[in-house]
């Protein structure tokens, strides 16, 4: 089944504690992006890729980090959490690189800073 | 930069009802425009989108959008409400440019009543 798949779904921790959300994809996407969404403010984009090694900022890039390093995988790293950072996160891709491109979008990760 | 705006937060039909969602977007070229919808616990499903084929555009679950250049305007309708159809609902739009990054609105909380 063509996918967008996040782990974990769900997630506690404290302020400080670095976390990883991983990312993968089985549709051989060229494109990935991650976004977090807040109430009230829709979903925004924190940073995407469009090839492997080529990541770039998004609108909310700050405190996140991302890595590129195989094409199906897409890791968020936040190096040191803070309760800002409390949202929930999404991670989609695409096929090719222009905007008419549909964008498949995973389950979601839901993760809450202490 | 491109925004959009989708006024209010929340609509409630009943059910057989009609539904309209409002979405205005800017934008000084034709972008692509999208509908998304999340049910509650998933991930964002792409409902349909705008791509400059036709301004009529007809989607999943007998939604349809109408792109109106003169009114920047791409509302979402479904001639009859259905109780699924309960979920929250984005309006989203890309550029031309390399970034296939997608711009949302605040999103609509659609409710149903029996």
């Known amino acids: 089944e063509a996918q967008v798949t996040q782990n974990p779904r769900y997630l506690i921790t404290v302020t400080g504690k670095k976390l990883t959300v991983t990312c993968s994809q089985n549709?051989?996407?060229?494109?990935m992006s991650w976004y977090r969404q807040d109430p009230g403010l829709g979903l925004r984009q924190i940073y995407y890729?469009?090839?492997?090694?080529?990541?770039d900022k998004g609108d909310v890039p700050e405190g996140y980090k991302v890595s590129r390093k195989e094409k199906r995988n897409f890791p968020l790293i936040l190096e040191s959490p803070s309760p800002n950072q409390t949202s929930l996160y999404f991670c989609?891709?695409?096929?090719?690189?222009?905007?008419?491109?549909?964008?498949?979008f995973g389950p979601g990760t839901r993760l809450l800073v202490l | 930069a491109q925004s959009v705006t989708q006024l209010g937060s929340h609509v409630s039909v009943s059910e057989g009802a009609l539904v309209l969602l409002r979405c205005n977007y800017s934008?000084?070229?034709?972008?692509?425009l999208f509908w998304y919808v999340q049910y509650p616990n998933q991930g964002l499903q792409l409902l349909l989108k705008?791509?400059?084929?036709?301004?009529l555009v007809k989607g999943i679950n007998g939604f349809e959008a109408e792109f109106k250049k003169s009114e920047t305007s791409f509302h979402l309708t479904k001639p009859s409400a259905h109780m699924s159809d309960a979920a929250e609902y984005f309006c989203?739009?890309?550029?031309?440019?390399?970034?296939?990054?997608?711009?949302f609105g605040k999103g609509i909380t659609l409710s149903v009543r029996p």
């Open positions: 989609a891709s695409s096929p090719g690189l222009v905007g008419q491109e549909t964008q498949y």
């Open positions: 989203a739009v890309t550029d031309t440019g390399a970034n296939s990054k997608l711009t």
């Open positions: 934008s000084s070229v034709p972008p692509y």
């Open positions: 890729s469009m090839n492997v090694e080529v990541t």
């Open positions: 705008y791509t400059s084929a036709a301004t």
């Open positions: 549709m051989n996407h060229e494109y």
